[in-house]
C-alpha cells in the first residue's frame, strides 16, 4: 500500500512520539508499504532548545518531507500550518496517489490529514497522542471543534489505551467503540539488559523530556527523602531544563544528580543499561515509550497511577505506582528499591518478560497495517474544514500544545 504518515514531531527527536514515529515507518517498510511522511520542525532557534529542531533525518526506505512550522512559530498560527501540511499531501497524491494516510496527534497534523483526506478521497487513520486527550480540545473552541470533527470523521482512531481513551471520551465525548486499541512498542532487539546489579550506589534513571508535566520537579524533591545509597541521572531537554536544575541546586543535591541533555538515540539503549532503577513520576501520558524501553531494558520502574501508565504497569507486580504529585510516596517506593535488591530485581524481570511477550514492535506494526487493510477504498463523509477563531493558551505557547 501507499502511506502518508504525517508527524508532528521536532528533530532531533526528543519525544517518545518522534522514536514511536520512525520505528513505525521501518516496520511498515519491512512489510514491503510505500510510505511518505510529511514531518513538522521547528526551525527557531529559541524554540530548538526546548523542544528540539530541525528538518527531519532520513528514515531508511521512506520518502521524507519536512515542513517547517512556520504559523505555529509566528505567533501559534496553527491554521496555516495545517494548510500547509494538507496542500503538501495533495501534491504528493498527485505525484503517487495515497491508499491510506495516518497522521500522528489529532490536531494540528489529523485535522490537516483529514482535510485532505477528504479533498482527495483517501482513507484517513489518525493517532489520539498525549495532549490531545490530556488538554487539546479543553483550550479553546477552535481546538475542541476541531478534535471532535477529527474524532467523529476520522476513518479509523488509534489509540494506545484504555484510560486515555476515557479521558478523550470525557473531554471530547468521542465513544469508546470509536478506538482500536494499539499499545506503545518497543525494539526489543535494542534495548536489553545490561549486567545487572553491581557493587556502589544503587543508579537512579530519568529520561525524556524535563518537563513538570512529566514529573521531573517531583522526581528531584522526591531524592531528598530517598533512602539507600543511590546517585541519579536527569537524561533529556525541555521547558524545565534550567528550573530543574535551579531546583536540584537549591535542594542540596549536589553530585549524587547529574543532567546529561539530550541524548541520541542511538546511545539510549547503552544509557538505561548504565542504570537501575528508572523513575518515571508523570501526571499523564497517551502511552509511556519510555517507560516500555526500560522494562526492556531490565530496568524496575518507578512511576504513577496516570492516564496511559496504568495500561502497562501494576502496581507490585511488573512496576511501583504512585499517586502523581505525591512526592512523600515516590520518595518511599524509591527506598525501597534502592535498599530491597531482591523486591527491585523481581519487579525488573516481570516487566522484562512482559516487555518482550507483548511490546514487540512485529506484532504492533502488524496490527496498524490491519487497520490500513480495513479502511483502504473508504472515502468518508466531508468535513467542514471552517473553524471559529477563538483566543487560546496555547497561541502563546504553542510547543506546550
Known sequence: MRVCFVSRRYFPAISGMSIYAANLLRELVGQGHD??????????????????????PPVSGVRVIGLEALGE????????????????VAAE?????????????????????????????????????????HWVGSCCETHRLAMVRVTEGADALLIGGRSFAEEVRDRLGTPINRFTFVPGAVDTTRFTPGEGWRAGPVRILYHGRVDRRKGVLDFLRALTATGGDWIATVSGIGPDADTARTLAAEL?????????????????????RAHDVFASPTYAEGFSNTILEAMAAGLAV????????VDCLRDGENGVMT????????????????????????????ALAEARATYSWTAVGRQIAGVYAAVRGATGAPVDEALPITPCRFRAEPHLL
Open 93 to 133: 497524491h498527485a505525484r503517487s496517489p495515497f491508499d491510506v494516510i495516518h497522521a500522528q496527534y489529532g490536531y494540528p497534523t489529523g485535522w490537516a490529514a483529514l482535510i485532505a483526506a477528504r479533498r482527495l478521497g483517501v482513507p484517513c487513520v489518525v493517532s489520539i497522542q498525549g495532549g490531545d486527550g
Open 73 to 88: 512559530q509566528d505567533g501559534g498560527d496553527f491554521e496555516r500550518d495545517v494548510e500547509t501540511m494538507a496542500a503538501t
Open 302 to 309: 518507578a512511576s504513577c497511577r496516570s492516564v496511559g501508565v
Open 35 to 56: 510510505v511518505t511522511m510529511v514531518s513538522q520542525y521547528y526551525g527557531d532557534p529559541l524554540r530548538r532548545a526546548v523542544y528540539g529542531g530541525g528538518p527531519p
Open 252 to 272: 542540596g543535591l549536589g553530585d549524587r544528580v547529574r543532567f546529561t541533555g539530550y541524548a541520541e538515540y542511538e546511545t539510549v539503549p547503552d544509557l538505561y
Open 323 to 350: 499517586a502523581a504529585g505525591d512526592v512523600p510516596a515516590h520518595a518511599a517506593a524509591l527506598t525501597r528499591l534502592t535498599t530491597d535488591h531482591a523486591y527491585c530485581g523481581a519487579l525488573a524481570a516481570a
